[in-house]
């Protein structure tokens, strides 16, 4: 599975506080299925939920929220698209600590295909393909940043 540590390597580049402390970031893989259609192949797809856990995040939410939707647009697309599915698909959890920090919980469900292809030789060959691209999309080009309307800086990040 390729998504979740696409999805690490984005927030830790993006997300200032994740910056300065990556560990605070903890990711899990729920729920997960395999499933295939049996047709000729072994080509199949991985289900699950992906857990983001943000531990001690004393950071702006936007700071994740935005990035992780930037993401989205790029890997997991179905999901801000389908009205009935973006009611849900992205659900959250925080428990206050203080006034200042928070454990933060993000769940998101993803699906990754795999494609497994028979060559010549008889050997098998595994493919992981992209998701499909939707070009220039405003909200997925390079050095975006966010910013408060007061004028503070929250996150900044690059094509996911």
């Known amino acids: 599975m390729n998504k979740p540590e696409s999805l690490r390597a984005h927030l830790l580049a993006s997300v200032p506080e994740l910056k300065k402390n990556p560990d605070r970031l903890m990711v899990f893989i729920d729920k997960g299925t395999m499933r295939s259609t049996a047709a000729l192949g072994l080509s199949f797809e991985y289900n699950y939920t992906l857990n983001l856990i943000f ?18 647009l790029v890997n997991q697309r179905e999901l801000m698209e389908n009205v009935d599915r973006s009611k849900t698909a992205v659900a959250f959890e925080a428990d206050l600590l203080d006034n200042s920090k928070v454990d933060l919980s993000i769940k998101l469900p993803l699906t990754e295909r795999v494609i497994v292809k028979r060559q010549d030789d008889g050997n098998l060959v595994v493919n992981h393909p992209p998701e499909p691209v939707v070009d220039d999309d405003p909200f997925t080009m390079p050095g975006l940043e966010l910013w408060t309307a007061g004028g503070e800086f929250i996150a900044r990040w690059e094509k996911p």
């Open 55 to 72: 531990t001690d995040y004393a950071g702006h939410p936007d700071a994740i929220a935005i990035p992780l939707f930037a993401w989205i």
